[in-house]
C-alpha cells in the first residue's frame, strides 16, 4: 500500500534548507524500515515536506505518522541547534497532517509531483 504524506511546520514557519530537507529524508527512511515500510520519494520546501511511502497493511497510518513527526523533531532538534531557535515553543510540526492513499493513482505521477517541490538551498 502506498500513502502520500504531507508535514506542514507549526504556524507554516519557514524552517527547512537543503541539508534539513536531505537530514530529514535520511531520518525518514530509517523511521520507515522501523515499521517494515520504505520511503519511496520525499521532498519539501521551506515550511513543509511531501513523502510518499509503501507500507505494509497491518501499520496504522496514523502510528507511522507519530513516529516520522516525533522522531524527525526530537534529533533535528538535537543536531541543528539553528533549526531549534525556530520551533514553536518546542514544537516543529503543526498537530496535523494530510494523508492520501494512492491506490487509484499512478506510483509515478505522484512520485514526480513530490519531486517537483522547490528544495530551499
Not at 21 to 45: P, Q, S, W, Y
Not at 51 to 61: F, S
Not at 72 to 98: T, V
Request: with cysteine.
Amino acid at each position: 500500500m502506498h500513502v502520500h504524506l504531507v508535514f506542514v511546520t507549526k504556524y507554516r514557519r519557514k524552517v527547512f534548507d537543503g541539508d534539513a530537507i536531505n537530514r530529514l529524508r535520511a531520518i525518514f527512511t530509517k523511521t520507515c524500515a522501523g515499521f517494515e515500510a520504505r520511503l519511496v520519494e520525499m521532498d519539501g520546501e521551506d515550511d513543509h515536506v511531501h513523502l510518499l511511502v509503501e507500507y505494509p497493511p497491518k501499520v496504522a497510518v496514523s502510528n507511522l505518522v507519530n513516529s516520522l513527526k516525533g522522531v524527525s523533531s526530537r534529533l533535528l532538534r538535537k543536531e541543528r541547534p539553528d533549526i531549534r531557535k525556530r520551533y514553536w515553543k518546542g514544537a516543529l510540526w503543526s498537530p496535523s497532517y494530510f494523508a492520501s492513499s494512492c491506490s487509484g493513482a499512478p506510483i509515478a505521477i505522484v512520485r514526480q509531483y513530490i519531486e517537483q517541490q522547490r528544495t530551499p538551498n
